[in-house]
């Protein structure tokens, strides 16, 4: 992918979390690519620390039409603020699990203002592995 199509993605996940922005329940959306697909998710804030993280919805949501050959990621988060924008998040410790797991090759956007692409191993280099 080249810094443009990142941006896209970007620009796409920031509409997106203003589009189904709730507060106290859908602050936190992703996008995951595969070849020219696009797989949404928001995550679902649940009580009693149960909450969803949209990185796996979205993988789920891949996954279930068949669609395995990810690319790239990025989550971002939004308080519903108006005068201030959304920004990048980077997948918490169990979401980088799930991706490295079943997205080895994967590209994540992180950082704000630049944004830097991070392969899934730089986040997690060394991944818990149960299969040897």
Same mark, same amino acid.
């Given at each position: 992918m080249?810094?443009?199509? +990142?941006?896209?993605?970007l620009?796409?996940?920031?509409r997106?979390?203003?589009?189904? +922005?709730?507060?106290?329940?859908?602050?936190?959306v992703? !996008? =995951? /690519? #595969? %070849? /020219?697909n696009?797989?949404?998710?928001?995550? @679902?804030?649940?009580?009693?620390?149960?909450?969803v993280?949209?990185?796996? #919805?979205? @993988?789920? $949501?891949?996954?279930?039409?068949?669609?395995?050959?990810?690319?790239?990621?990025?989550?971002?988060?939004?308080?519903? $603020? =108006?005068l201030?924008?959304?920004?990048?998040i980077s997948?918490?410790? %169990?979401? *980088?699990?799930? @991706?490295?797991?079943?997205a080895?090759?994967? *590209? !994540?956007?992180? $950082? $704000?203002?630049?944004?830097? #692409?991070?392969?899934?191993?730089s @986040? =997690?280099?060394?991944? +818990? /592995?149960?299969? *040897?």
């Amino acid at each position: 992918m080249s810094g443009q199509d +990142y941006a896209e993605l970007l620009e796409e996940a920031i509409r997106y979390v203003k589009e189904v +922005y709730v507060a106290q329940r859908h602050h936190v959306v992703c !996008v =995951l /690519t #595969i %070849n /020219t697909n696009r797989y949404k998710a928001a995550h @679902l804030d649940i009580s009693g620390g149960h909450d969803v993280c949209a990185e796996p #919805i979205a @993988l789920s $949501n891949a996954i279930s039409r068949h669609d395995e050959s990810f690319v790239s990621l990025v989550a971002v988060a939004w308080d519903g $603020n =108006l005068l201030r924008d959304p920004w990048i998040i980077s997948p918490c410790g %169990n979401c *980088r699990q799930i @991706l490295a797991e079943y997205a080895p090759k994967l *590209r !994540v956007i992180v $950082n $704000n203002k630049p944004f830097k #692409i991070k392969s899934i191993e730089s @986040l =997690l280099p060394h991944p +818990y /592995t149960k299969w *040897r």
